[in-house]
């Protein structure tokens, strides 16, 4: 397994997956081996009638997510804007938390660390 050989996988919007939105526990065993999600900014704003929009807020109250991040593609399609997602996100988890998903944690992989997780 990847895991194994020293690599931690992200695991990219797992509330867009249909796996994890008919049973979100199917996404415990990869947060189990080590692997850490990243949310889309956008399924946070969307309809609380979108299943990818449900299934975004449980995985951010169970606090099963490390990252929120913009899904840009782009300045004309998907643009990469976090503001009302990071707002949304605040609201379920306090400022304090979802400003460290997106701003510390992506800064301190980027420097090839590990985020910390409680402060």
């Known amino acids: 397994m990847i895991c194994n050989m020293g690599y931690t996988p992200i695991i990219a919007h797992p509330e867009r997956n249909g796996g994890v939105r008919r049973d ?5 065993p990869f947060l189990d081996m ?30 099963w ?16 804007v976090l503001s009302d997602g990071l707002q949304v996100a605040a609201g379920l988890i306090g400022v304090e938390k979802a400003e460290r998903m997106c701003v510390e944690h992506p800064r301190a992989l980027l420097k090839g660390e590990m985020p910390c997780w409680d402060g």
């Open 34 to 63: 080590g692997c850490l999600t990243q949310l889309t900014a956008m399924s946070l704003t969307r309809s609380k009638s979108n299943a990818s929009a449900r299934t975004a807020e449980m995985l951010m109250e169970r606090g």
């Open 24 to 28: 979100i526990n199917a996404l415990k």
């Open 65 to 80: 997510i490390h990252f929120i991040a913009s899904d840009g593609h782009g300045f004309y399609r998907r643009q990469p």
